[in-house]
């Protein structure tokens, strides 16, 4: 059997599929060239870079699995996959920590003004370090602020652990119902139940200090121009879900009008060429789409999708 890592894989992951004897090639081909080269192998991994939509799938007849070493499958028309008979498999549960972790640097980011601070000591740190510090002398805490989460899944629930950790209180909406009772792992393995406060979408929205978005994709923007007239002057937002979440003139907007104190995003509308002047503008932190780029999460991700590879071909 053979496996195209299109977007590579973790060697811990590699070595398992190696070890149960499947050949694994983790050179990258090209999406234009994928309809042809793809028809070598049994299966495929992605991360988001690449697509596997219908067209591919029915170039590729050889096809038995796709995996996605990650959480959403945007990327991959997974009913289709499905009713043509292919496993399809994601890895929601792996990069969840690495996520939440990274909501956090955009928020302590955003309310000490870093993304800045880090922009402007470069070049007039020492021209006019004190009109810098009197710049960034109005910062705020997070302990006793309110954390709306939109998006009550494995992200968003451990996001939530960190929030009351630090001791926000937190607003979580979901779609579904949902547990609203947590179990937070402290220092030295200590084990605290909490639990958090359901709330409308609305409510949220509304109500929160800084709002962060954990949703799949749907059809329209959940943020946009009407969101923003609801949220609390000077909020702070985040999105490390995915493009397309927030409606980015809209936002652009709201920052301009300080209705919006600060925005912190790791996933954008165009990627990989997201608009120059949400990249450029002062008030936004910016990561390119590395939520779960961590060394722990990619190990995770890569032995996760390795097990279900090898589990689905033992059927």
């Known amino acids: 059997m053979k496996i195209l890592a299109n977007d590579g894989i973790d060697p811990a992951g590699k070595k398992m599929l190696e070890d149960a004897g499947f050949f694994v090639d983790t050179n ?16 495929i991994t992605v991360r988001s870079a690449t697509k596997v939509r219908q067209a591919l799938i029915d170039a590729c007849p050889n096809l038995k699995v796709i995996g996605r070493g990650g959480v959403g499958m945007d990327n991959i028309d997974v009913d289709y996959a499905r009713q043509k008979g292919l496993g399809v498999y994601n890895t929601p549960a792996s990069s969840s920590l690495s996520v939440a972790e990274l909501v956090f640097a955009h928020l302590f980011t955003g309310i000490r003004f870093l993304y800045d601070s880090n922009r402007k000591m470069p070049v007039e ?22 954390l709306g989460i939109l998006g009550f899944g494995r992200i968003g629930r451990e996001v939530a652990k960190l ?3 630090i001791g926000m209180d937190v607003l979580a909406y979901d779609l579904y119902p949902f547990d609203p009772q947590l179990e937070l792992t402290l220092g030295g393995g200590i084990k605290v139940n909490a639990t958090v406060k359901t709330a409308t979408i609305d409510e949220v929205i509304s109500q929160s200090d800084f709002i962060t978005l954990h949703t799949p994709f749907i059809y329209k923007p959940i943020c946009g121009t009407a969101e923003f007239e609801k949220v609390k002057k000077g909020v702070g937002i985040i999105n490390c879900s995915r493009g397309g979440l927030i409606d980015e003139a809209a936002l652009i907007d709201a920052l301009n009008s300080g209705k919006v104190a600060f925005a912190g995003l790791d996933v954008y509308d165009n ?24 060394n722990e999460a990619q190990e995770r991700i890569g032995t996760e999708l390795a097990s279900l590879i090898i589990d689905h071909f033992k059927k």
């Open 28 to 43: 990258n081909i090209p999406q234009d060239e994928l309809p042809v080269k793809l028809q070598e192998y049994d299966a």
């Open 125 to 146: 740190g020492n021209t006019r370090f004190n009109e810098l510090k009197k710049a960034y002398a109005k910062g705020i805490e997070l302990r006793g602020r309110t």
């Open 163 to 165: 929030a009351i950790g």
């Open 271 to 294: 990627e990989p060429t997201p608009r120059e002047d949400l990249l450029k503008h002062p008030k936004v932190s910016l990561t390119p789409h590395i939520g779960a780029a961590t």
